[in-house]
């Protein structure tokens, strides 16, 4: 069955048979659940969004889609029925993602990490902050999208998690307990991660709404969160920078072989390889501030290499990657090194 193909026609007759039938006995036939997050929103009316869209194939392909050959959300029905001009309205807010709890986090250390009431000046003031973060589209933000009271919610979620508390701690979440163990382990940086995606967003350098673009993206952990690790990027991509960079190499009589691994790409690839080399700045943004990059932040790397280093939190400095390879070589493991 071809997931998807469904016309607005379709979708009137699905809910002509959902009003007829009634809710949980049309939910029943067709083996569907309550929606969770998402419902059509149809003259007044809301309707199990994920069902509709699964019967809505029964009217133009001659059977209903399985529920479990599709989702939800907005990858499939919610979509599906948003690109043929129906109202599908979230019921459940998209979960908390490592920049916002660092906000939050931030937030709690600086209250002695004790949790805030909803009407705290603190907490409104962060509700407005987290509306400017470009995570989530408008298409997945409820009603009450990072409210106050969801706010206040979550600095309860990590104040209950501190190793100090002694009561019974909130629900929460895994990022919850990592970006609160990153805070206790450096406090420092954090607290500068903070204040930097906090700049970064009065500066109005990130799109109210608009997600941040996800190329590579999730191959990369970023120990700044996702906001930053695109400023980080964009100071690796910055062309002028790089040629600069290379040319202080060759200049001092150095070569572009990979610092890390030596690789060259020239000699592997010949004139194809030719000036090719991937720029890495040593110093994460959280670290290093916004201040001027200097030649000497910078190290010229190959493409392997440059992934690995950016894989998983904590970044190894390229010395610290060399130092593991050479060390696999010593005890007989794969990898050549110049």
Same mark, same amino acid.
């Given at each position: 069955?071809?997931?998807?193909?469904?016309?607005?026609?379709? $979708?009137?007759?699905?809910?002509?048979?959902?009003?007829?039938?009634?809710? !949980?006995?049309?939910?029943?036939?067709?083996?569907?659940?309550?929606?969770?997050?998402?419902?059509?929103?149809?003259?007044?009316?809301?309707?199990?969004?994920?069902?509709?869209?699964?019967?809505?194939?029964?009217?133009? /392909?001659?059977? +209903?889609?399985?529920?479990?050959?599709?989702?939800?959300?907005k990858?499939h029905?919610?979509?599906?029925?948003?690109?043929l001009?129906?109202? $599908?309205?979230?019921?459940?807010? #998209?979960?908390?993602?490592?920049?916002?709890?660092?906000?939050?986090?931030?937030l709690? +250390?600086?209250?002695?990490?004790?949790?805030?009431?909803?009407?705290?000046q603190? $907490?409104?003031?962060?509700?407005?902050?987290? /509306?400017?973060?470009?995570?989530?589209?408008?298409? $997945?933000?409820g009603?009450?999208?990072?409210?106050?009271?969801?706010?206040?919610?979550?600095t309860? %979620? @990590?104040?209950?998690?501190?190793?100090?508390? /002694?009561?019974?701690?909130?629900?929460?979440?895994?990022?919850?307990?990592?970006?609160?163990? !990153?805070?206790?382990?450096?406090?420092e940086e954090?607290?500068? +991660?903070?204040?930097? @995606?906090?700049?970064?967003l009065?500066?109005?350098?990130?799109?109210?709404? +608009? #997600?941040? %673009?996800? !190329?590579?993206?999730?191959?990369?952990?970023?120990p700044?969160?996702r906001?930053?690790?695109r400023?980080?990027?964009?100071?690796?991509? %910055?062309?002028?920078?790089?040629?600069?960079?290379?040319?202080?190499?060759?200049?001092?009589?150095?070569?572009?072989?990979c610092?890390?691994?030596?690789f060259?790409?020239e000699?592997?690839?010949?004139?194809?390889?030719?000036?090719?080399?991937?720029?890495?700045?040593?110093?994460?943004?959280?670290?290093?501030?916004?201040g001027?990059?200097?030649?000497? %932040?910078?190290?010229?790397?190959?493409?392997n290499?440059?992934?690995?280093?950016?894989?998983?939190? #904590?970044?190894?400095? #390229?010395?610290?990657?060399?130092?593991?390879?050479?060390?696999?070589?010593?005890?007989?493991?794969?990898?050549?090194?110049g």
């Amino acid at each position: 069955m071809r997931r998807g193909e469904i016309t607005i026609e379709s $979708v009137l007759k699905a809910i002509e048979e959902y009003d007829e039938l009634g809710r !949980e006995v049309f939910l029943s036939r067709y083996g569907f659940d309550r929606a969770q997050s998402y419902v059509l929103v149809h003259e007044g009316r809301e309707y199990d969004s994920k069902a509709i869209a699964g019967v809505a194939h029964k009217w133009t /392909q001659g059977r +209903a889609l399985p529920a479990g050959d599709f989702s939800g959300g907005k990858d499939h029905a919610a979509a599906w029925l948003r690109s043929l001009g129906f109202t $599908v309205k979230v019921l459940k807010n #998209p979960d908390w993602v490592w920049d916002e709890v660092i906000l939050a986090c931030d937030l709690v +250390a600086s209250n002695g990490w004790h949790e805030l009431d909803a009407n705290d000046q603190r $907490v409104r003031e962060l509700s407005e902050l987290l /509306q400017l973060l470009p995570f989530h589209g408008e298409d $997945v933000r409820g009603e009450k999208f990072r409210n106050h009271n969801g706010v206040a919610r979550k600095t309860a %979620d @990590i104040a209950t998690r501190h190793p100090d508390y /002694q009561g019974k701690a909130t629900k929460g979440g895994e990022t919850d307990r990592r970006v609160l163990r !990153e805070f206790l382990e450096r406090p420092e940086e954090m607290a500068q +991660a903070a204040r930097l @995606i906090r700049a970064q967003l009065a500066a109005g350098q990130s799109p109210v709404g +608009a #997600p941040v %673009d996800e !190329e590579s993206e999730e191959e990369y952990e970023a120990p700044e969160g996702r906001l930053l690790m695109r400023r980080h990027r964009a100071r690796e991509r %910055d062309r002028k920078l790089r040629q600069r960079k290379i040319d202080s190499v060759l200049g001092k009589g150095g070569t572009l072989a990979c610092e890390v691994c030596g690789f060259d790409y020239e000699a592997v690839y010949g004139d194809r390889g030719a000036g090719y080399v991937e720029c890495h700045h040593v110093v994460p943004l959280h670290v290093a501030g916004e201040g001027t990059t200097k030649l000497a %932040d910078l190290a010229l790397i190959c493409a392997n290499c440059h992934r690995m280093i950016h894989r998983k939190a #904590p970044w190894p400095t #390229p010395a610290e990657l060399r130092e593991t390879i050479v060390g696999r070589r010593s005890a007989g493991g794969d990898g050549p090194v110049g």
